[in-house]
């Protein structure tokens, strides 16, 4: 086994599992899911049938991730932060042909606590606050905070907030990176 699972985990068959991820205390990893290299996933994470997480996934304490959601490389997912699959749930009425699909972008953070409302998707390096309810397409770099979520601002890859001048460019504080804004859009200058 190339990878750790503490003994009291679950991990049902079907799971594929990237070398070096850890999964910790009380997790269950349902059938047929798809776990990249270097993933940490923590104490009593329930990661449902078919979901799809990239490489180095870092997913914190007591969440929830069900059917339909895809991570991309490099999302770190929040303390209980959850997502749901079906739009309009009714315990005496089976939905399960009506799982709706939300990706997430690579590098996106979604905040402790934070809900993702099935079918919005999360564009590349988003910054979702703690307790945020998403409930819209989120673009790439938007920083949303609320209930519902609405944005608030833009961010960097490294997590800095990003000022933008009167020409549209925008420099992260870390690392010096350049970004542009235009047409509402960010984007990363090479």
């Given amino acids: 086994m190339s990878y750790f699972a503490h003994e009291s985990s679950y991990i049902d068959e079907g799971c594929s599992i990237g070398e070096g991820t850890k999964i910790w205390h009380f997790s269950h990893i349902m059938p047929n899911c798809k776990i990249g ?100 397409e989120i673009p790439d770099f938007g920083l949303v905070v609320g209930n519902p979520a609405r944005q608030i601002g833009w961010m960097s890859e490294y997590g800095h907030r990003l000022t933008f001048d009167n020409q549209g460019y925008a420099t992260c504080s870390e690392n010096g990176d350049q970004y542009r804004l235009e047409n509402g859009m960010v984007q990363k200058i090479k």
């Fill in 37 to 136: 290299k270097n993933c940490n996933i923590g104490q009593n994470v329930v990661i449902s049938s078919e979901v799809i997480l990239g490489d180095n996934v870092k997913i914190q304490n007591n969440v929830s991730i069900y059917t339909g959601v895809t991570c991309e490389d490099d999302v770190f997912l929040g303390p209980s932060c959850v997502f749901t699959n079906v739009i309009n749930p009714r315990s005496a009425v089976n939905r399960k042909n009506e799982y709706l699909k939300t990706h997430v972008g690579k590098g996106a953070s979604i905040g402790a606590n934070a809900t993702i409302v099935c079918g919005h998707n999360i564009g590349k390096y988003a910054f979702i606050g703690a307790g945020a309810v998403v409930t819209k």
